[in-house]
């Protein structure tokens, strides 16, 4: 079965600095996607940034961008510029390849708080 | 923007009664789906549904869970007789049914479900 381990429950950063986030995960499989969600207090989870396995080009998606090392399983996500909005829980999810639907396997998450 | 929405935010039961949970999808979405958090624990995934039955569900889901779209636009998780370790926060997420990694799943805001 995949896992998803995320070693930080907390995390903060000052406002303007940069912040990275840990993520790994264990997989057998060799296609997959992984993605970094954002949950603010009391909202919903919502999308920061998706990585196909087979790319080897990590993602970027105007401040946050990731370190997708496919060989160490690891899929860690750099926050540049860190904005009091982006104080959330950050999760880090991981799905197989194949079928539209098969369901997302997430990590515990880390909170973020941004120091003004 | 189009938004899932869970309804109620929070939801007290005693042991033993019956809940039902309510989610509105993203209009044009094809794919539904529920997840739960016990505090402190990952998000874990219970059950995903298209066109109008199960497509997929978790070991968790046993007989006491049912999921029903009873209408165009409603999704419903309902436990017949809940247990403490059902308190959770209950999400429903909801995607178009893309191929890849374009197949995003929009989550709601959670419901908690408090059992006493």
């Known amino acids: 079965a995949q896992t998803v381990t995320q070693s930080q429950p907390e995390m903060s950063v000052q406002e303007a600095e940069t912040v990275t986030l840990s993520c790994t995960y264990d997989t057998s499989e060799s296609d997959y996607y992984l993605f970094w969600y954002k949950q603010p207090p009391s909202r919903q989870m919502i999308l920061v940034i998706r990585q196909e396995a087979y790319k080897q080009q990590n993602a970027t998606e105007n401040r946050f961008s990731v370190n997708f090392q496919k060989a160490a399983k690891s899929f860690s996500l750099k926050i540049s510029d860190s904005q009091l909005g982006d104080a959330a829980m950050y999760f880090c999810?991981?799905?197989?390849?194949?079928?539209?639907?098969?369901?997302?396997?997430f990590g515990k998450g880390t909170r973020l708080s941004v120091i003004a | 923007e189009p938004e899932v929405t869970q309804t109620p935010s929070h939801q007290v039961t005693q042991m033993g009664q019956e809940v039902i949970l309510r989610c509105v999808p993203i209009?044009?979405?094809?794919?539904f789906y529920w997840y739960r958090q016990i505090l402190g624990q990952k998000v874990e995934f219970l059950v995903s549904f298209y066109n109008n039955e199960i497509s997929e569900k978790s070991e968790i889901f046993d007989d006491q869970f049912s999921v029903e779209r009873p209408d165009g636009s409603n999704f419903t998780l309902k436990i017949r007789s809940t247990k403490l370790e059902d308190s959770a926060m209950y999400f429903c997420?909801?995607?178009?049914?893309?191929?890849?990694?374009?197949?995003?799943?929009?989550f709601g805001a959670g419901t908690r479900l408090s059992v006493l």
């Open positions: 999810a991981y799905r197989i390849y194949g079928g539209a639907n098969t369901p997302l396997v």
């Open positions: 997420a909801s995607s178009e049914g893309l191929a890849g990694v374009g197949n995003i799943q929009y």
């Open positions: 209009s044009n979405h094809l794919y």
